[in-house]
Every structure is written in structure tokens, then in C-alpha cells.
């Protein structure tokens, strides 16, 4: 168990056991240098303390060093934590949001710092999410998007980060999905043909991205599958003329299988192709 750098305390001094507050412990096994001490710069030393002591983070939570402070609010008592929701450290701050009751996380939805913000984001339900979608960060509005209800995802189809349309691309609501035809991102493309019945993907069996164009023949009904043999990348004929082998065109049974039927997407979808 012990290892890591050398031991000094979050100052780079020397570390003195006998002046130490739970000095007491050290006798009782309950601590120790190089594995489990509270005054240790080390993080997984000061995690370690806290496993062996449960009794002791609460009084834990205003020492100096942020590393303590963090490790402590991770099982200090939750009516100890809201007073952490101003501590300078973001670290520590997110960590009590993630612990603390919706009322507490509401209040820090504008926080300074990205890494509270997307604490919040994880935390709050699907339906209060609309203004982390409109975060300045990326990443939070990518959380923001996996969470929120779909239909706030609308708010979103235009997001400058094509990792955020992917998302959104993934979960909006079916009718939006036409939104997604010509967007710049190879990717969110994709994302959106996937949901796609088969019959509908002729829109993209020129695109011109070979990912876009595998998965549309991947899934298509069999004329579109025909028309993607003439495809000039090897890769889309060869996968068109798997598919259409999979429909058992080639061995002359009907087009109209069950996989070609529309499915409950395009169905729902047939008014925005109008």
C-alpha cells in the first residue's frame, strides 16, 4: 500500500507526527506516512485517512489545502456541505453539488467554473437543463444534451459543436431530424440517417462522406441498395450488395420484406418529407 512521492505536507514541509491533531491514530494503526495521513500532499494518502477515519471528515472541511477539503466533503455529512458551495476551490464546490439535494444544486447553475457547472448538469432532472444548453462550455452542453428532455433539444440543432449535434442528432425529437440533412459534420449526418426508415435514406446516397454513405447502405430498402452498386467507392457496392443479399433480392424474393416496411420513425417523419 504505501508508494507515491515522497511524504511532506501541502506546503512542502516536513511532516512531524507527533504534532500532528490525530496523532493519537498513528498508535491505533489508523494512519501513517507514505499511505495514509491527512496533512499529506499526496491525494491518495488523504483519501486513504479519510477510509480508515470515517469519523473524522467534518472536522476536515475548512483545512487549507483544497485536496483535504475535497476528500473530506466526499463523506462528510450532508448538512455540513452547503457552506462548501463557496469554497474557492471548484473542485471542492462540484463535489458538493453532486452530493447535496436539487434545492442546493439549483443555486449553482451559473457557477464561475465549467467543471461545477457540469456537476450541475449530471444532477439536475432532464427538464431544467434548457440553460446548459446554451452554456458556454462544449462539454457541459454535451452533458446537458444527453440528459435533457427531448424536447428541449430543439434549443440545440443549431449548437456551434458538432459532439453536441452528434448528441442531439441522437435524441431529438423525430420530426426535427430533417434539421440534420445538410449539416456540415459528416458524423451528425450519420446520426441522423441512423434513425432514418430505410426507404427515406435517399437523401443521403450521394453524400459525400464514405461514413454517411456505408451506413445508408447498410440499411437500405432494396432500389436503394441497387442504386448504391454503382457507388464509385468498392466499399459502399460491396456493403449495398451485402444488404441486398441479406433482403434475399438476388435470390428473387420480394422487395418488400419486413426489414423494408417503414418503420415507426419514418412513419412519423413522412410529413416533414412532404
Not at 56 to 61: F, H, R, T, V
Not at 93 to 102: E, F, K, Q
Not at 188 to 199: D, I, K, L, Y
Not at 208 to 236: F, G, T, Y
Request: glycine fraction near 4%; charged fraction near 30%; hydrophobic fraction near 40%.
Amino acid at each position: 500500500m504505501p508508494g507515491g512521492p515522497e511524504p511532506v505536507d501541502w506546503q512542502g514541509g516536513a511532516l512531524d507526527c507527533a504534532a500532528c491533531r490525530w496523532a493519537e491514530r498513528l498508535a491505533a494503526g489508523q494512519c501513517g506516512q507514505r499511505w495514509a495521513c491527512a496533512e499529506d500532499r499526496y491525494a491518495k494518502r488523504i483519501e486513504r485517512f479519510f477510509l480508515v477515519n470515517p469519523d473524522l471528515p467534518d472536522q476536515c472541511l475548512d483545512h487549507p489545502y483544497f485536496e483535504v477539503r475535497a476528500n473530506a466533503a466526499r463523506q462528510a455529512t450532508l448538512f455540513r456541505l452547503p457552506a462548501l458551495l463557496s469554497d474557492p476551490d471548484a473542485g471542492v464546490r462540484a463535489i458538493a453539488v453532486l452530493r447535496l439535494p436539487l434545492a442546493h444544486v439549483r443555486r449553482m447553475i451559473e457557477d464561475e467554473d465549467q467543471n461545477v457547472r457540469l456537476a450541475v448538469a449530471h444532477r439536475l432532472p432532464g427538464e431544467e437543463l434548457a440553460p446548459l444548453l446554451v452554456d458556454p462550455q462544449p462539454y457541459v452542453r454535451q452533458v446537458a444534451a444527453r440528459r435533457a428532455d427531448p424536447g428541449l433539444l430543439p434549443n440545440a440543432v443549431h449548437d456551434e459543436d458538432p459532439a453536441v449535434r452528434r448528441v442531439v442528432a441522437r435524441r431529438i425529437p423525430n420530426a426535427w431530424l430533417i434539421h440534420f440533412t445538410d449539416d456540415p459534420d459528416p458524423l451528425v449526418r450519420r446520426e441522423a440517417a441512423q434513425r432514418f426508415g430505410p426507404s427515406s435514406l435517399a437523401r443521403w446516397a450521394a453524400d459525400r462522406d464514405l461514413r454517411v454513405r456505408h451506413c445508408i447502405a447498410e440499411r437500405a430498402d432494396a432500389a436503394l441498395a441497387r442504386q448504391l452498386l454503382e457507388d464509385p467507392d468498392p466499399l459502399i457496392r460491396e456493403t449495398a450488395a451485402g444488404r441486398l443479399a441479406s433482403l434475399k433480392e438476388i435470390g428473387g424474393c420480394p422487395a418488400h420484406s419486413a426489414e423494408t416496411r417503414p418503420s415507426a420513425v419514418e412513419e412519423e417523419t413522412a410529413h416533414v418529407d412532404r
